[in-house]
């Protein structure tokens, strides 16, 4: 039972062939962004004192860092701290389960703007519906109840055009 450290991710870090010399073309972490990523990984170590991580550390550190460059330092934090308090979730999570998490999460955010953008299109609709209805009212000779007739989807919006 052995539990990653700052120690062991740092060597695993600087001794990985994996992982390629630091070049100006392509973007890395900011110290700071690594020095928390590896802090946000022990922690989770912590949390699953049962799972040997020794051997999976420097693969782990790696693709973190990469979903960190992909995502966001915030995004992946966030679906750490989810993972957290998922029920069911007993081990350390890979890497693509927290990138699973965020994109699950940016699908219902989308939803959410996909959704308020919808409501606040047909609001602006009705609006314009009542305020185009009594000039149409007035040239036809038509009332109210013959405008609802012709036009049912704004029967009871009356009350949401002001």
């Known amino acids: 039972m052995e539990r990653i450290t700052r120690e062991e991710l740092n060597q695993a870090q600087q001794t990985s062939a994996l992982i390629p010399a630091r070049t100006d073309s392509v973007r890395q972490l900011s110290d700071s962004e690594d020095r928390h ?5 022990e922690q989770m170590a912590e949390r ?4 040997d991580l020794g051997s ?3 693969g782990y550190l790696w693709d ?10 915030a ?5 750490l701290a989810e993972w957290r308090i998922t029920p069911g979730a007993k081990f350390f999570p890979r890497p693509d389960e927290i990138a699973e998490v965020i994109e699950c999460e940016r ?15 047909r609001q602006a609709e009705i609006r314009e519906f009542w ?15 013959e405008l609802l007739r012709r036009f049912p989807s704004y029967r009871g919006t009356k009350s949401h055009a002001a």
């Open 37 to 41: 990523l590896q802090t946000l990984l």
């Open 75 to 79: 995004e992946v934090r966030d679906a």
């Open 107 to 121: 699908e219902g955010a989308r939803s959410q703007r996909d959704a308020a953008r919808r409501e606040e299109r």
């Open 48 to 51: 699953y004192p049962h799972q």
């Open 64 to 73: 973190y860092q990469r979903l960190v460059l992909r995502y966001s330092m």
């Open 131 to 145: 305020d185009w209805a009594p000039g149409w009212m007035e040239m036809t000779g038509n009332d109210e109840e």
């Open 56 to 58: 999976s550390a420097e």
